[in-house]
């Protein structure tokens, strides 16, 4: 049965491609066409079904690059995913992902849970048992021995056991191998979130094995050195991207790996939680500041970004804010066109999957969302969600 979608505007997903007065046709998860009203519906069957929606906007799904299922978003999320049990465990990546879903983001990437319980929740929502988000996913992330988040079943000690991990994630069904090349706050008997975990060697071959498995790798990274060491090793995508300054006090952004980043395509998932303006105030002003200038800095140089929040890891990131996420963008001075290309089609291509989602044209899946008035004017549209499709199927909404 196919399924027609009128509504003032259709924004396709990259800036400058709307059409006003557009319409969209569906067949099953696909989206068929996609143009000016009138067009369409002479396309459609007499039967199809129809929503007509003239105050408001149809745009791709959001994707959020950068999320843990396995997080409950709670105060002290370590010692309470260590206290639950794989089938508690899996009851809240389930209801976490469908909040993600109801909230609009058709998609997310899922950087790490505990030993790949992620890959049943993915394995439900594509049997059509959970009505969930798309989900892409790591598995346990490469740490070393007792390093950032060792407690997700990833350790790694040495070049045998990183093949194996690697192998071990791809046999799982990893989407992407993500890697914890520096410390992070979460482990605090770990090294330092500004200092390195892995070398540069070990990183290179991280990224032949990945490649070998025909998968993209993701290195969470928050000091320079690590930064630098990631992308000199080639990785897709550096999570944080912090640029605290290694072995000193402060940041220390440098020009020259930004400018590698680029050369070499290496996209920057800042993963800043969604209550941001909290955040700052915790972090202090200095810290507040580098977080709205290393974007600014990094787009100047044309560095290429996707978003993502971290979702899970703590109650400053949920899965049902993201939108609060993007107005970080805004406040940094994003025009909001540019915001939403960032969050459909630019994250899409950025997670290797431009060529299936974050669109809306024909032959793209058919996730998107209606929303009433107009985001391009005002963000805050994105929360007035009337109508979610997750490959074609129609999410309940609170
Ligand atoms: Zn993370």
Redesign the pocket.
Known sequence: MQRLITAREVLAGPVGQRIKDGAVLIDGDTITAAGPREEIERAADDDALRSDHPRHAILPGLINC?V?LAFNCGQHVVDELRATDDSALLLGMAGRAQQALASGVTTVRD??DRDGLVFQVRAAVERGELLGPRILAAGPPLTPPLGHCWFLGGEVDGPEAIRERIRRNAALGADVIKVMASG?SLTPESVSMREEQFGVAELKLIVREARDAGLPVAA?AHGSDSIAAATEAGVDTI??CTWMRTGGEGHDRRDDVARAMVERGVRACV?TPAKWREFMQVIGPASARNVVQRLRWMDDLGVPLITGT?AG?SHRSGFGDFVEALELYEHVGFPLERIIELATTGSATGIGQGDRIGRIAPGYAADLLVVEGDPLSDLAALREIRLVLTAGRVVPLP
């Open positions: 950068h843990h950087l790490g992070g969470h999570e944080h993963a971290d890891v």
